[in-house]
């Protein structure tokens, strides 16, 4: 089966055409959810927006050619890629609003032992450095380093060695002042 230049470039566009509505949707639908202003500040205009762009992508997706009984094969992958489009957009709308806090999370704490990351260690050491030097001041660095750690989880297992980093994080953690900072 041949596919014509004029199919190629229907389907170009209507792909193009069903990402607008893509992220037409998830501007709206996650400006809905999260109560972030955006183009939804304008609900009918958003709305309308979704709308011009549908109506776009059916009609240059969707109406057969003239004359022809059946859609070619084509238009029948555009809308299996228009339906995972539009799933994909859907479910990243759902999960944005609780992805920002998550995120955070992700990148400020260690996802074992629940202290802060080394990122945060590197921008809080940097920050008491800063402060030191600027007020002639004094801190403490204390770096402790478990001798042979790996030789620990080669030997018996990396299940053993993450209850060990548990528990010495847990006695750090108990052991020093609120504004004190444990770090891996």
Request: glycine fraction near 4%; charged fraction near 20%; hydrophobic fraction near 50%.
């Amino acid at each position: 089966m041949t596919i014509d230049s004029f199919t190629v470039i229907r389907v170009a566009l209507a792909v193009v055409a069903v990402g607008l509505v893509a992220a037409a949707f998830f501007v709206v639908f996650r400006s809905q959810v999260t109560g972030k202003q955006s183009v939804s500040q304008r609900p009918l205009v958003a709305g309308l927006l979704v709308l011009l762009l549908t109506a776009l992508s059916v009609v240059l997706a969707f109406s057969p050619p003239a004359g022809a009984r059946a859609f070619p094969w084509a238009q029948m992958v555009l809308l299996a890629a228009c339906v995972t489009v539009f799933s994909v957009a859907v479910s990243s709308s759902r999960n944005s609003g609780l992805g920002a806090s998550e995120l955070m999370e992700t990148a400020t704490v260690d996802a074992l032992t629940r202290v802060a990351s080394h990122r945060v260690f590197q921008d809080r050491l940097a920050h008491e450095c800063d402060r030191a030097y600027r007020f002639g001041d004094t801190f403490i660095l204390f770096v402790l380093d478990l001798d042979d750690f790996h030789q620990l989880n080669n030997r018996h297992g990396h299940q053993s060695g993450d209850r060990i980093l548990l528990e010495l994080a847990r006695r750090l953690r108990s052991q020093l002042r609120e504004i004190d900072l444990v770090a891996r």
